[in-house]
């Protein structure tokens, strides 16, 4: 029988994690649950504490009593934990609040021997953001970078709303932290199978020389959700598809499945080569973006043999909205690897299921030497690395059926991340906290390469505000608009659904 293997995780150095926003759904949702597997896994620092700092109206008890809740089967070791946890009721644009902070801060580094080592967690609104950095840097909770003991402040995306508002937020945050100080939270970075694509990329031979536009004929990159906006209309209204995945989580594939090999995996070499694949892909102007984008919004339909209502009938959303919940687009990416082939991306909600996957598509053989219809129509060989779920890797490719004739059928070599490891993959959480708590920046994201994400976006932002790209309506529980498919079949190609 396989053997199932060890999630490990080294000890971090003693320190305290303040999260603002510490009643909000982010912390309720994520972070707590995080703390709780890594505390269970005793991935925690020996002397550690948690201080929440939120609007609401608390007690640290209540505070306790939350984060314990968050988790069905509290460990032992949770249980114990949450039950020193702190809480400041207050103000971001209120001194006091940090004065505060900072008092408590220090009372505890006397009573717990935390060494004065600070990790702030900004699960707030973005809007926040330069708010919260400002008052910690007045209060003086922030030390120089690079000294004992260590400041270091978590931020969570959305990183501005365009390139100028990032550009204006990485300014700001420069003005009270250093950038080695600041981890920049893309969660897709923190999942296994989004690190396992350099692993295969990176440890294998086989795959490196044919690993580029010689061999294959387009590379197509998936983010479908089959849920809605939930409850974050307000948000996802001002957002929509670009902003909420695009610019981000499908930067971020697009960079690791695409960019040249690292000289090391490590926080030194894999940033820059990121940044680089991002500065290849081409900047279009919000004119040519119309032919590059489609966009599109749900309406009503059937999801899972329940009726879902449209977008524009969602809680918060106007009748009238043209935020986009689907967007694809074709990408060029102008280096010696790529030059000619096309890049296809798309994400959307309320399609039929919920999968994120990246297909590298081969070029046909150079001569077919089977003559029969069913050999031409063989579908291409496809290498598909499933972030999600049902985490793993697949190789199609086509084999003979059994039988006198060279009778050709399409078939699959799998590698099942849960076969073989005999466990699920943690959550993304569990591991970025851990490597901000140790100071490792390898799955966060640099200022330079949000900005350039943003740059890449920017021109269909413009084009999807001027209605350059018509706006259309998909059913729930379809693939998204027609128009999507057109996008390929101009180039002859046809999204490889799951
Ligand atoms: C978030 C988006 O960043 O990622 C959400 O704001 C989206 O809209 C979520 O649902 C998807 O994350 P995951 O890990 O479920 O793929």
New binding site residues.
Partial sequence: MAKSYEYTLSKPDPQILVIFGASGDLSHKKLMPALAALSGRNALPDQFTVVGVALDHMQSSDFAQMALGTVDDPSPSWKELTKEFHYIEGNYSDDTTFQQLSVLLDEIDKRNGTLGNRIYYLATIPELFAVVAEGLKKAGCVQLPGTSPFTRIVIE??FGIDLASAIELNQHLHSCFDESQIFRI???LG?ETVQNVLALRFANAIFEPVWNRRYMSCVQIT?A?S?G??H?GA??DK?G?LR??VQ??LMQVVALTLMEPPTTISAQDVPPVKVKLLKSIEIVNSDHAARRAVRGQYGKGVIDAQSVLAYREEDGIPEDSDTETFVAMKLEVDNWRWAGMPVFIRTG?RLPE?V?EVVLEFKGVPHLAFKSRQARLLEPNRLVMR??PDEGITLRFGAKAPGESFDLRSVSMDFSYQDTFKQAPPD?YERLIHDAMIGDHMLFLRSDEVEQAWKIVDPFLEAFRNSDVPLSTYRSGSWGPHDADILLAREGHEWANP
């Fill in positions: 995306k959305p893309d969660h897709y999942k983010v959700e849920i906006i939930e974050r948000y996802y957002a598809a909420d995945i981000n989580h909600k919920r994120t972030i999600q993304a």
